[in-house]
């Protein structure tokens, strides 16, 4: 998936981050650009280049242009 | 149950994911294809090929047809 | 205590599942046949063969017969 | 602190457990013996046997006599 | 920071603990004396020695004198 | 990212760090110096040095200057 457009559920109050996957570990560390922040579908924030904790995470959805 | 329908609660608020396991790690991270969102029992919305955290998983369960 | 009935309390709300362990591994992910889910001590429904996942696991009790 | 009485608070609801540390392993996976569940500094109810997830601990504290 | 005071964030409700740090292991278990429980810039209860369960840590930060 | 500022959102209530990044471990533990605490944009209190755990981690933003 890496490349590719990715949105990514983190634990924490509903919390779905969307951005390219630019790399990902061992761990399922995933560092994302282009990082936009949604709450109850509506972009919330940008967030540029973000790195997410893999053991956070609760689910990785690829997005289909 | 590689190939085969299962239910997968995970952490967050009552978050049930039913799809077809294409495979799972070591880590107990699962690979869903055909994957539906399912709350209070209403099937919510469709998330097609999803990669779930093993370690925010809480149980899993076969489903049989 | 393979083969023997255990209540299982995991994280989230509250959830206690009772089953016969079948199996459990090095991280503590147990395999429960026979499972039922209950809640504020009434059985709530029936799950059948149910895998948990060990680091959710808040603790296990056995049941005496 | 094998043989001795310890208290155990973990995750979830304010959750307190007060037993005879029997054994415990390199994940801090606690095996209590005599374990009661304590609530707002009441006995709540006798578990017995009981084996805490090393993970979903919070501390640890040792009763004195 | 063996031998200092220390105050540590717990995961669960607020739960800030502060104590001399008398020793850590690789995995950042930590064992505190003097330990003091704190809630709302209050002290609580003292707890004396305790053991922190590493992976349940959010952040510690030294107390200056 | 080492010797930058970044921001990092921890597990627990919309707890959100920003400092400078001194070190990290291969478990993502942070050390941040210069640290201050954020909620709902306004900066709450100076921490000073600070250790993070790196499992409880959700992200980390690298603050632009």
Redesign the interface.
């Known amino acids: 998936m890496i490349g590719s457009k990715v949105q990514v559920?983190?634990?924490?109050?509903?919390?779905i981050?969307e951005g390219t996957l630019q790399s990902a570990d061992d761990y399922?560390?995933l560092h994302l650009v282009d990082t936009t922040e949604i709450a109850d579908g509506q972009r919330l924030r940008s967030?540029?280049?973000?790195?997410?904790?893999?053991?956070?995470?609760?689910?990785?959805?690829?997005v289909?242009n």
Request: charged share 20%.
């Open positions: 559920e983190m634990k924490g109050d509903q919390h981050l399922l560390n967030l540029g280049s973000v790195v997410l904790r893999g053991n956070n995470i609760i689910l990785i959805v690829p289909e």
